[in-house]
């Protein structure tokens, strides 16, 4: 069954396919060729042996149809002699008639007579031939014709003549039908090799006898075939048959005065490849056979590879996910056997690297998380000893260059973590100094006091990771153990990342413990500031009224009367007096906003007359040459805001294009829209730097800080405007180009 299910699925991995290429190629291969080229030779082999025994064999049938014409010949001499007993004397016929073997070599039998008269005593020659001058001259040699005699509807007939006195031949011939079947061979006397067909040519090709059914034609086509030599072969088809011939050219003229008859064997190439038919049926089988067992081959093969490699694969996968715990199983006693444990091995590797890779990342979290020396510790205590195997573990803070606290952790007793103050030598911190990786203990050496801890809970060799900040030693952490230890790089190096991570997280810590009581002292700073503002201010602001009044009832002749020259000083005290009334009032302002005093009183305003009396109280002749112009439609509707500071963010905005024109206008201008009011005041004045226009807004924030500016302020009246603004829920925009002058926009939203 899981083969069943391998095999349907095994061809999809590259490997398998190449492997089953592979043994297919290696396997069919050799076999085909080899099959093909002894096919080949076989078949050759076969042909060529066929083709010598046909030629063996028809040499063997030429020379046994020789050997009966002599056999014939002999006869027909003894029934010769026999029968003739002199000139003119009748034939002497044995009373016994004819020997059996006579009848059989022989259809008929007839001396003929002087006369021609015949005197048959075995059959009847019809039509008995009259020979030829030729042969009469031949018999007269002794010696027997052979001559072919063709009949109508007749085979052809065989005669054999021989005088019956080769002396005097004309004294009578004897002349016998040769019986076909002896002379060919054939019939009961057959002696042609088996398989073998035979056929006999007269010199002009015509068939005398042929074994194959259709004779004629393929007879005559034989001759095409038969050259002029003895002997040869040929190959031969007819209908749709191959042949291989072979044949053998007997001479016959001197003894039988008939031209050579050849003598010609085939056999069917069927036949003779019979075998081969056989091979060629049995070797596709064959390679079926093969091709089942290299299939089943390479199945088992490719399964012994695939298998281990699914699971290395499968193993791989698990790793990407980091399960490092599960092992590759592989039991195939070979290479892959030793790849799955170095496999093994390596995710053993890796799932203790990962796991201190965790725990240094938690520890790291821990420490940067924790913005306390005394957590910072404890988490290093608490999880150290999960990345570095030690007995005990020791932090010593350092709080002077002499002294420190030890935090100290012991293997078995985790939870418990022990204070204790430990001392250090200046030799101590040198050689820290000096060792600034690492620096390690063993127990012959002596035990320095900071170590004492350690000592007296049992370890006799330390490693000591000294912690440095701003080139001072701030803590160290230390190892305790109580047989020495066997430590590599990668502890080493371990051990060093988690110190620099301490270093970090308690520099972070005393840097934030720095600057949380800085930002603690910088308020109450502030604070010590903004009172003294106020305090300062609110005294100040009353004894400068009471100036401001008395000077004024000065002028006016209250005391007795002033002359021009005091009238001008006393008009430059009240001046000046009011510029301080003015600044004091804006430091308190600024106060007031600052501690978040200042609350929004909102009323229903009248814009027109609210915009009526701002523009009174710029009714009074200015000293420059500055025009203002007051651009706001008649029908303003009713604005329910804080008038007061409405009127402050206004005034601020004036007196500032006042102070900052030297000529030309400040355009104050109002507009209505559904969403609100839009005051604008513009000036023709020296303008904002670009890279100044985000600072203006803030306190005590001036372009030209300079002393020798010639522009009065402290630089708060923005501060108030902008601050004003948003407590009125509006908005502020200023655009400006140095020279040109500036614009200030305040949107204040309807309600
Ligand atoms: P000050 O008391 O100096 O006027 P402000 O807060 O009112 O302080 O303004 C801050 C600074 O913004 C000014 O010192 C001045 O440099 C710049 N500034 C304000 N308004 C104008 C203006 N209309 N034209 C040019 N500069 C201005």
């Given at each position: 069954m899981q083969i069943m299910k391998f095999d349907a699925t095994f061809l999809r991995s590259k490997v398998a396919r190449r492997i089953f290429l592979l043994f297919i190629v290696c396997a069919l291969l050799p076999i085909t060729a080899l099959a093909i080229i002894s096919f080949i030779q076989v078949t050759e082999q076969i042909n060529e042996q066929s083709q010598r025994r046909l030629r063996q064999a028809s040499k063997a049938v030429a020379m046994s149809i020789y050997e009966r014409l002599m056999f014939l010949d002999a006869d027909m001499k003894m029934v010769a002699s026999n029968l003739?007993?002199?000139?003119?004397?009748?034939f002497n016929l044995p009373p016994e008639g004819l020997t059996e073997e006579l009848k059989q070599r022989f259809k008929t039998l007839a001396p003929i007579g002087e006369a021609g008269k015949s005197v048959p005593f075995l059959g009847r020659i019809e039509d008995p031939p009259e020979p030829t001058p030729a042969e009469k001259r031949h018999m007269s040699s002794g010696k027997a014709v052979v001559s072919v005699q063709q009949r109508q509807d007749l085979p052809l007939g065989i005669i054999m003549s021989r005088a019956l006195d080769p002396q005097h031949p004309e004294r009578g011939i004897l002349l016998g039908e040769i019986n076909p079947t002896y002379l060919w061979g054939l019939?009961?006397?057959?002696?042609?090799?088996?398989l073998t067909e035979l056929c006999v040519l007269d010199r002009s090709y015509k068939v005398l006898i042929c074994s194959l059914p259709g004779a004629t034609s393929f007879a005559a086509q034989i001759g095409l075939h038969?050259?002029?030599?003895s002997s040869g072969r040929f190959e031969w088809s007819h209908q749709d048959k191959e042949y291989l011939g072979s044949y053998w050219s007997l001479p016959l003229k001197f003894n039988f005065f008939v031209p050579q008859w050849t003598v010609v064997l085939f056999e069917s190439k069927a036949d003779i490849l019979a075998p081969m038919v056989h091979f060629k049926r049995i070797f596709p089988l064959v390679i079926i056979l093969f091709l089942g067992l290299v299939l089943l081959l390479s199945l088992r093969q490719i399964r012994r590879i695939l298998v281990p490699l699914e699971k290395l694969q499968e193993g791989t996968r698990r790793i990407a996910v980091r399960d490092f715990v599960s092992r590759v199983a592989v039991s195939s006693g070979d290479e892959f056997e030793e790849l799955a444990n170095s496999f093994n091995i390596m995710a053993d590797r890796l799932d203790r690297q990962f796991n201190t890779l965790a725990t240094m990342a938690d520890i790291d979290r821990a420490i940067l998380s924790v913005l306390d020396t005394e957590k910072i510790v404890r988490t290093v205590l608490n999880r150290m000893r999960d990345v570095l195997l030690c007995d005990a573990i020791a932090v010593t803070v350092i709080d002077s260059d002499d002294r420190g606290r030890a935090y100290i952790s012991e293997e078995g007793r985790r939870s418990e973590i022990a204070l204790e103050r430990v001392a250090l030598t200046p030799r101590d911190i040198e050689k820290l100094h000096e060792n600034r990786q690492s620096l390690f203990i063993s127990p012959n050496q002596s035990v320095p006091d900071y170590l004492a801890p350690l000592a007296w809970r049992g370890s006799s060799s330390f490693l000591n990771l000294p912690i440095f900040f701003n080139e001072s030693l701030r803590a160290i952490i230390s190892l305790g153990y109580v047989d020495p230890p066997l430590l590599n790089e990668e502890t080493l190096l371990h051990a060093r990342q988690i110190a620099d991570q301490v270093a970090i997280g308690i520099s972070n810590a005393q840097l934030y413990q720095q600057i949380g009581q800085q930002a603690v002292d910088l308020e109450r700073a502030n604070k010590v500031k903004d009172e003294f503002l106020g305090v300062m201010s609110h005294e100040l602001r009353t004894p400068l009224t009471v100036i401001e009044g008395y000077t004024g009832m000065i002028l006016d002749g209250g005391y007795g009367e002033v002359n021009q020259e005091q009238a001008r000083a006393l008009e430059h005290v009240m001046s000046r007096t009011n510029d301080l009334v003015v600044l004091v009032s804006s430091i308190l302002e600024a106060t007031r906003i600052a501690t978040g005093a200042v609350r929004v009183v909102s009323e229903e305003i009248d814009l027109r007359h609210f915009l009526e009396e701002l523009k009174l109280g710029y009714n009074l002749p200015l000293k420059k040459e500055i025009a203002i112009v007051w651009d706001y439609p008649a029908d303003l509707p009713v604005l329910k805001t804080d008038g007061g500071k409405l009127k402050q963010i206004l005034d601020n905005l004036i007196s500032n294009a006042i102070k900052f024109t030297d000529k030309g206008n400040v355009t104050v201008s109002a507009r209505h829209f559904p969403w609100g009011m839009e005051f604008k005041v513009s000036d023709t004045g020296i303008g904002i730097p670009a890279e100044t226009l985000p600072l203006i807004f803030e306190k005590f924030r001036q372009v030209d800080s300079s002393n020798v500016r010639p522009y009065e302020g402290v630089g708060l009246g923005l501060y108030i405007v902008e601050k004003f603004t948003d407590l009125l829920r509006g908005k502020i925009e200023v655009k400006s180009e140095p020279g040109k002058g500036s614009t200030f926009s305040v949107t204040i939203p309807k309600s």
């Amino acid at each position: 069954m899981q083969i069943m299910k391998f095999d349907a699925t095994f061809l999809r991995s590259k490997v398998a396919r190449r492997i089953f290429l592979l043994f297919i190629v290696c396997a069919l291969l050799p076999i085909t060729a080899l099959a093909i080229i002894s096919f080949i030779q076989v078949t050759e082999q076969i042909n060529e042996q066929s083709q010598r025994r046909l030629r063996q064999a028809s040499k063997a049938v030429a020379m046994s149809i020789y050997e009966r014409l002599m056999f014939l010949d002999a006869d027909m001499k003894m029934v010769a002699s026999n029968l003739y007993t002199g000139s003119g004397a009748p034939f002497n016929l044995p009373p016994e008639g004819l020997t059996e073997e006579l009848k059989q070599r022989f259809k008929t039998l007839a001396p003929i007579g002087e006369a021609g008269k015949s005197v048959p005593f075995l059959g009847r020659i019809e039509d008995p031939p009259e020979p030829t001058p030729a042969e009469k001259r031949h018999m007269s040699s002794g010696k027997a014709v052979v001559s072919v005699q063709q009949r109508q509807d007749l085979p052809l007939g065989i005669i054999m003549s021989r005088a019956l006195d080769p002396q005097h031949p004309e004294r009578g011939i004897l002349l016998g039908e040769i019986n076909p079947t002896y002379l060919w061979g054939l019939g009961d006397q057959d002696t042609l090799p088996p398989l073998t067909e035979l056929c006999v040519l007269d010199r002009s090709y015509k068939v005398l006898i042929c074994s194959l059914p259709g004779a004629t034609s393929f007879a005559a086509q034989i001759g095409l075939h038969v050259s002029e030599s003895s002997s040869g072969r040929f190959e031969w088809s007819h209908q749709d048959k191959e042949y291989l011939g072979s044949y053998w050219s007997l001479p016959l003229k001197f003894n039988f005065f008939v031209p050579q008859w050849t003598v010609v064997l085939f056999e069917s190439k069927a036949d003779i490849l019979a075998p081969m038919v056989h091979f060629k049926r049995i070797f596709p089988l064959v390679i079926i056979l093969f091709l089942g067992l290299v299939l089943l081959l390479s199945l088992r093969q490719i399964r012994r590879i695939l298998v281990p490699l699914e699971k290395l694969q499968e193993g791989t996968r698990r790793i990407a996910v980091r399960d490092f715990v599960s092992r590759v199983a592989v039991s195939s006693g070979d290479e892959f056997e030793e790849l799955a444990n170095s496999f093994n091995i390596m995710a053993d590797r890796l799932d203790r690297q990962f796991n201190t890779l965790a725990t240094m990342a938690d520890i790291d979290r821990a420490i940067l998380s924790v913005l306390d020396t005394e957590k910072i510790v404890r988490t290093v205590l608490n999880r150290m000893r999960d990345v570095l195997l030690c007995d005990a573990i020791a932090v010593t803070v350092i709080d002077s260059d002499d002294r420190g606290r030890a935090y100290i952790s012991e293997e078995g007793r985790r939870s418990e973590i022990a204070l204790e103050r430990v001392a250090l030598t200046p030799r101590d911190i040198e050689k820290l100094h000096e060792n600034r990786q690492s620096l390690f203990i063993s127990p012959n050496q002596s035990v320095p006091d900071y170590l004492a801890p350690l000592a007296w809970r049992g370890s006799s060799s330390f490693l000591n990771l000294p912690i440095f900040f701003n080139e001072s030693l701030r803590a160290i952490i230390s190892l305790g153990y109580v047989d020495p230890p066997l430590l590599n790089e990668e502890t080493l190096l371990h051990a060093r990342q988690i110190a620099d991570q301490v270093a970090i997280g308690i520099s972070n810590a005393q840097l934030y413990q720095q600057i949380g009581q800085q930002a603690v002292d910088l308020e109450r700073a502030n604070k010590v500031k903004d009172e003294f503002l106020g305090v300062m201010s609110h005294e100040l602001r009353t004894p400068l009224t009471v100036i401001e009044g008395y000077t004024g009832m000065i002028l006016d002749g209250g005391y007795g009367e002033v002359n021009q020259e005091q009238a001008r000083a006393l008009e430059h005290v009240m001046s000046r007096t009011n510029d301080l009334v003015v600044l004091v009032s804006s430091i308190l302002e600024a106060t007031r906003i600052a501690t978040g005093a200042v609350r929004v009183v909102s009323e229903e305003i009248d814009l027109r007359h609210f915009l009526e009396e701002l523009k009174l109280g710029y009714n009074l002749p200015l000293k420059k040459e500055i025009a203002i112009v007051w651009d706001y439609p008649a029908d303003l509707p009713v604005l329910k805001t804080d008038g007061g500071k409405l009127k402050q963010i206004l005034d601020n905005l004036i007196s500032n294009a006042i102070k900052f024109t030297d000529k030309g206008n400040v355009t104050v201008s109002a507009r209505h829209f559904p969403w609100g009011m839009e005051f604008k005041v513009s000036d023709t004045g020296i303008g904002i730097p670009a890279e100044t226009l985000p600072l203006i807004f803030e306190k005590f924030r001036q372009v030209d800080s300079s002393n020798v500016r010639p522009y009065e302020g402290v630089g708060l009246g923005l501060y108030i405007v902008e601050k004003f603004t948003d407590l009125l829920r509006g908005k502020i925009e200023v655009k400006s180009e140095p020279g040109k002058g500036s614009t200030f926009s305040v949107t204040i939203p309807k309600s």
